[in-house]
């Protein structure tokens, strides 16, 4: 299974690998003036030679993105659930939550600012639950709803109750749609903290740490702390696909973890 996975994976390891060596044999031919980009090479060795305050940052950052993905997914799921049962949420609810969906998160940083603090976690702690929550909300939603008549004329013949009806049959139809929306959501969660950060929050997390030196014009360190934000994004990544095998055994490995396989 191991094997087959770093076989899958192999083909973007072989590009992404060769797009470094471009990135920095493109640099060391051309050497341009005033280029802000640094090689990976010096991004690496400023990643190694500022790793206690970058970790340091991390962990800050790691916290705000954990907590709210967690309650943005419990969030989605619990409106995904009321509108696939009650009538009335779908009319009342699924308006609000695309009403908050279009809401720019730079508009509202500095508004939940001046509610909680600015210095609050909780501020920031929002904004990741409202990035996460949409695409969370939309994709359960279409898994609880979107089932065939036949198999709830089925369970309806055996007189099972609505509760009976959505463990059975909607909540697995719904699990590759919520586990779709959660790899999503892992990557908007991490790109949503950071942002938020520019705008308030502890001054040890990654957004402050890349403002900070990037206005310093110290730019391998700035790209050593977004490296560290994709690193994070990346193994969030991950975990959402173990986690969908291990909720989902009974799909093949190719279709939860995903194949390059013809």
Known sequence: MIAKALHGFGPAGVVGAGSLAFWELSLLLIRPDGFVLPPPSAILVALFENFDEIWVA???????????????????????????????????????????????????????????????????????VILVFFPVFINTTKGLTDVGATELELMRSYAASSWQIARTVRIPNALPYFFTSLKIA????????????????????????????????????????????????????????????????????????????P
């Open 58 to 128: 991390t962990r800050s950052t790691g916290y705000i993105v954990i907590t709210g993905l967690i309650g943005g997914v419990v969030l989605g799921v619990a409106w995904a659930l009321l509108i696939s049962r009650f009538r009335l949420a779908n009319e009342t609810l699924t308006p609000l939550a695309i009403s908050l969906n279009a809401i720019p998160i730079i508009a509202l940083a500095p508004i939940f600012n001046a509610w909680f603090g600015l210095l609050s976690p909780v501020s920031n702690q929002a904004i990741v």
């Open 186 to 261: 892992s990557s908007l969660a991490v790109i949503g903290a950071i942002v938020a950060e520019y705008f308030g929050g502890r001054q040890d997390a990654l957004g402050p740490f890349i403002v900070q030196n990037a206005g310093l014009t110290r730019y391998t360190e700035a790209w050593a702390a977004v490296l560290a934000g994709s690193a994070m994004g990346i193994l969030l990544y991950l975990l959402s696909g173990v986690l969908e095998r291990v909720s989902m055994p009974w799909r093949p490995a190719s279709e939860t973890m995903g194949s390059w396989d």
